[in-house]
T-cell receptor, first 113, second 110 residues
Framework: NAGVTQTPKFQVLKTGQSMTLQCAQD?????MSWYRQDPGMGLRLIHY???????DQGEVPNGYNVSRSTTEDFPLRLLSAAPSQTSVYFC????????????FGPGTRLTVL | DAKTTQPTSMDCAEGRAANLPCNHS???????VYWYRQIHSQGPQYIIH?????ETNEMASLIITEDRKSSTLILPHATLRDTAVYYCIVLGGNNRKLIWGLGTSLAVNP
């Protein structure tokens, strides 16, 4: 098992550009989520999904879109990047909705200029 | 949602037990206590979780007080590779969202 994979590892964007952060898991997990981590603030939940076709907002959803067309993939879209979105983004998955051990990807380090 | 309180930082000598405390005084009866750690800038790693009984696995032990208002994560023989930020999180019932605090930065010293 590859576990949770994220691409790209690093990305630099200009303000206003859009992009998609990719996340995939090969463990047949129902629950997937996206977090951002900023210095001094801990991890904050952006969006999550309890299964294919079902998504919901977390603490800080503004400026981000998600979709879950398959069990394996949970991409995060930045619609119009802003410097405030400079952060490290982590994708995670677990067998059930947040009740079990969550597996995290290695992260994507995003800088918006 | 239950909140947790942890010390900002702790030190431990290599080979000794590291005891990391967590207060969760507003925890409700069906909420679990989870522990994760984050080494350097890697993704967080699950350690252990429990409801009311003490738990042990290959990584650590979790001691939960009888009133469930606090818990302690024990790393029995800390190594340099255990240097990380440790997060205590309460989750369960209708709360499906992990709410992360700032955790405890544990430094294991040689």
């Amino acid at each position: 098992n590859a576990g949770v994979t994220q691409t790209p590892k690093f990305q630099v964007l200009k303000t206003g550009q859009s992009m998609t952060l990719q996340c995939a898991q090969d463990m047949n997990h129902e629950y997937m989520s996206w977090y951002r981590q900023d210095p001094g603030m801990g991890l904050r939940l952006i969006h999550y999904s309890v299964g294919a076709g079902i998504t919901d907002q977390g603490e800080v959803p503004n400026g981000y879109n998600v979709s879950r067309s398959t069990t394996e993939d949970f991409p995060l879209r930045l619609l119009s990047a802003a410097p405030s979105q400079t952060s490290v983004y982590f994708c995670a998955s677990s067998r059930l909705a947040g009740y079990n051990e969550q597996f995290f990807g290695p992260g994507t380090r995003l800088t918006v200029l | 949602d239950a909140k947790t309180t942890q010390p900002t930082s702790m030190d431990c000598a290599e080979g000794r037990a590291a005891n990391l405390p967590c207060n969760h005084s507003t925890i409700s009866g069906n909420e679990y206590v989870y522990w994760y750690r984050q080494i350097h800038s890697q993704g967080p790693q699950y350690i252990i979780h429990g409801l009311k009984n003490n738990e042990t696995n290959e990584m650590a032990s979790l001691i939960i007080t009888e009133d469930r208002k606090s818990s302690t994560l024990i790393l029995p023989h800390a190594t340099l590779r255990d240097t990380a930020v440790y997060y205590c999180i309460v989750l369960g019932g209708n709360n499906r969202k992990l709410i992360w605090g700032l955790g405890t930065s544990l430094a294991v010293n040689p």
